[in-house]
């Protein structure tokens, strides 16, 4: 089978390379030039990706995937079209589908009888029939459902480990009718393997979800639910740090119950999912007053921790602080979204003089950003940490000379290594 898949990022790439490990000829398609050279030389453009290195050569040197800046001429020679181009919102909330439209316009240039196009982008329910369809339909000039076939089939995956994710749960899929969730379901079962799943109610695999709606839907409801999740557990830290309450011991015996589970307090988790998505849901139910309370929780808590620093420091005047973590996560190497950005507005403008490190960002990345770089063992005041890098669990005082006050973000600094210093973690008892 010939593939084509349109955008090669930290999804996109790692798909087309598990598509042709499975013995398919896939053609990458992606506008960054310098992405689709270091492809095409065998090269992962980005780090983090657990085994995208290897396989990413192995199936270059094979001939099973080249990458092109061309995705008309690509879509033009493949039986499937994959779609994993990056949809945001804008400040009201609002989606902005210029990228994806651009997209959908190329391939639908392209576009043969029988070709499936499944969308793997997140979308606000009812966008893959209502918006893109139509639009593949009038710049082909074909029918959808009879010529050429629509599905949407959600990417469930965690940045770093794509390759499991993909083996560990089920492949939901949604068509415009039922033609095309049959070849949808025949495409996915032909590029996908699944690890057995017995806790499971069904088999793993590739589950027909019975609309392209519903399938819309049920990734939405994924990615709100732990954006709720989280804001409740940022509401539990806020009283529990005004009555004198760990907060993760409680969650702790909360999650001790069968059935329940409530994400640990901390700084905003940026990315692509959980900041975005349940704002798509928003712009679909805007009458949803728990997934617009949670959103509003948790955007605010990154101007919570520089609060707490400023507690502990008297005054962020002309202090020097250090923020560790550019990432929106631990070991990923992406700052969209992340809370780096609010963090750092914050302490700017309460005074501070404020560094960023990040283990993953050279200097000139961090200037390019707009920061300060920072560097381990200079001077400090205090510190925040953003990200739970990995590499942060065996800090000490050591690393960060001078610091009086540290607020961890992430739960991730060991306290026993900083003798002396007063550091804050969000919904713990102040000491």
């Avoid at 094979?62 to 020679?77: E, I, K, M, P």
């Avoid at 499936?116 to 009038?138: A, D």
């Avoid at 057995?196 to 069904?202: F, K, Y």
């Amino acid at each position: 089978m010939r593939i084509a898949v349109v955008a090669l990022g930290k999804i996109g790439l790692p798909l087309a390379v598990q598509f042709a490990t499975k013995g398919h000829e896939v053609i990458g398609c992606d506008v960054n030039q310098v992405t689709v050279d270091l492809i095409n030389q065998g090269l992962e453009p980005f780090p983090g990706e657990t085994d995208l290195a290897k396989k990413l050569s192995q199936v270059v040197a094979s001939g099973s995937l080249t990458a092109t800046t061309d995705t008309t001429n690509a879509v033009a020679q493949a039986d499937a079209v994959v779609i994993v181009v990056p949809l945001f919102v804008d400040e009201s909330g609002v989606p902005d589908f210029g990228w994806m439209d651009a997209a959908t316009k190329a391939v639908a240039l392209g576009l043969k009888p029988g070709t499936l196009v499944s969308y793997e982008t997140t979308l606000p329910v009812g966008t893959t029939r209502g918006r893109f369809t139509p639009k593949l339909e009038g710049l082909s000039g074909m029918v959808a459902g009879k010529d050429f076939f629509v599905v949407f089939s959600p990417e469930r995956v965690f940045t770093g480990r794509v390759f499991a994710d993909l083996r560990k749960y089920p492949k939901l899929i949604g068509g415009i009718d039922a033609a095309s969730a049959a070849k949808g379901i025949a495409f996915y079962e032909a590029v996908l393997d699944f690890d057995p799943r017995p806790d499971l109610t069904r088999a793993n695999g590739v589950w027909d979800l019975g609309s392209a709606e519903a399938s819309e839907m049920a990734k939405l409801a994924e990615t709100t639910y732990r954006d709720v999740n989280i804001g409740l557990a940022n509401q539990f830290a806020l009283f529990a740090e005004g009555a004198g309450i760990d907060v993760q011991q409680v969650i702790a015996a909360s999650n001790s119950q069968p059935f329940s589970h409530i994400h640990q307090p901390g700084i905003a988790v940026g990315g692509h999912c959980i900041p975005i998505y349940p704002r798509f849901y928003l712009w679909n139910d805007p009458t949803a007053t728990v997934v617009r309370a949670a959103r509003e929780a948790n955007s605010l808590m990154p101007v919570h921790a520089v609060d707490l620093l400023s507690d502990e420091l008297s005054s962020l005047s002309g202090k020097r602080v250090a923020v560790l973590g550019a990432s929106y996560r631990g070991g990923v190497k992406e700052t969209a979204f992340s809370g780096v950005f609010p963090v750092v507005q914050t302490l700017i403008d309460r005074g501070a003089t404020v560094y960023v490190h990040d283990p993953m960002y050279t200097d000139m990345e961090l200037s390019g950003l707009g920061f300060t770089p920072f560097h381990l063992g200079e001077e400090v005041d205090g510190v925040i940490v953003q990200a739970d890098h990995a590499q942060y669990r065996t800090l000490s005082a050591h690393d960060l000379p001078g610091v009086t006050a540290i607020v961890d973000g992430r739960r991730i600094l060991d306290p026993h290594s900083f003798p002396g210093v007063s550091l804050r973690v969000i919904g713990a008892a102040r000491k």
